[in-house]
C-alpha cells in the first residue's frame, strides 16, 4: 500500500505537467469545427500568409482578447472587407492598433459575369475594388471574351475596370451582389485611347525583348488603380489621359541598371497626342535616368 501510494503521489504531478503542455500547444491552434475561422491568431506584429481558394472570401480581422479555444477575438478594432481567394497566396499585415489578428474564410455565395460588348472584342485584364480595396483581380483571355466564367463574390457593392492593350474602360463600373445566389450579370465596353505612349532605352534596342511594369495612379490617392506589362523598345500603345508610373527592367553589363521600383512618374492630358519616354542606362552610375518628350518639351527626372 505505501508503495502504492508513493507511486500515486508521483504519477500525479507528472500527468499534470504533461496535461498541462499539452494543452499550451494545441491553445492557439484549437478551432471551432462550425466556425469558418479556420486560422492561427497571431500577434500583431507578424504577418499572415495564406494560399487562397477560388469560391471563397477571406477577412481580415484585428483586435484584443483572444479566445484561443474557438479562434475568436473577442475585442474587434478593425474587419476588413472580404478578399476574394483565387488561387494565390495572399499577405495580410496589422495597420491598427490592435495586439492580434486572424482570417477568416468563408464559402462564398455571390457570383457576377462580366459581358464585354461593343465592337472590340479582345482579351484584357480585370480589377474589382470594394471602395480603395482591391478584392480580386484576373485575367480573361481572348477565346473566353465570349464565356468568362463567373466571378465569386461575397454580397455588397463593388467597381469593376478592365484594361486592355490600347483600349479599357473611361472610368469604374459600379454594381452590387445580392444575397440570393444568383449572378449578377455586368455590361460593359472597351473604349480606344487617346494618347500614344513610346518606351525606349538609350542605347537604343538595349531593353528590346524585355518588359517594363506600367501603373496607372490615382495622383490623390496615391494608390494603383491598374497595372500590367508592356515590352519596351517596340511599338506604341494608346493610354487614356491619366497619371502613371513607369518601371524600368534590368539590363546586364550597364553600369547604370533599372529596376522594378527604378521609374518615373508622368501625366498624359487632353493635350497630347504621343509622349516618348525614354530610360538612359548610360547617363548615371547606379541610377536610370529617365526622360520624357511631348510637344518638344523634355524633362528629366
Known sequence: MRSN???????????????????????PKSQDSKSPQIYQIYPSTKKIT?????????????????????????????????VTG???????????????????????????????????????????????TLITEGEVKDRDVNSPDPISLS??????????????????ISFTVGEKSRAVKVAFELTPNRVMLFVNTKPSGIAKGKTANLRRIDPIKQ??????????????IALQEGHYV????????????????VSTRFELTSYDHS???????LKMQGQLLVGYQCDMAVTEH
Request: glycine share 12%; charged share 20%; hydrophobic share 35%.
Open 223 to 236: 494608390t494603383d488603380l491598374w497595372n500590367q506589362k508592356i515590352e519596351v523598345d517596340s511599338d506604341p
Open 275 to 281: 509622349k516618348t519616354v525614354t530610360g538612359d542606362y
Open 50 to 82: 495564406i494560399k487562397t481558394k477560388p469560391g471563397y472570401g477571406y477577412r481580415h480581422v484585428e483586435g484584443d482578447l483572444p479566445d484561443w479555444r474557438l479562434g475568436k477575438l473577442k475585442e474587434i478594432r478593425r474587419s476588413a472587407p472580404v
Open 155 to 172: 454580397p455588397g457593392q463593388y467597381t469593376f475596370q478592365a484594361v486592355a492593350l490600347g483600349s479599357g474602360t473611361p472610368r469604374p
Open 5 to 27: 501510494a508513493t507511486t500515486l503521489r508521483w504519477f500525479l504531478p507528472v500527468l499534470f505537467l504533461i496535461t498541462w503542455v499539452f494543452a499550451l500547444e494545441a491553445g
Open 86 to 132: 483565387n488561387g494565390a497566396a495572399q499577405v495580410f499585415q496589422a495597420v491598427s492598433q490592435a495586439s492580434y489578428h486572424l482570417v477568416e474564410e468563408s464559402l462564398i455565395v455571390g457570383k457576377a459575369i462580366f459581358q464585354l460588348q461593343g465592337g472590340i472584342s479582345t482579351g484584357y485584364h480585370y480589377f474589382i475594388r470594394q471602395g480603395d
Open 246 to 261: 513607369l518601371e524600368y527592367p534590368k539590363v546586364q553589363g550597364y553600369a547604370s541598371q533599372g529596376d522594378q521600383g
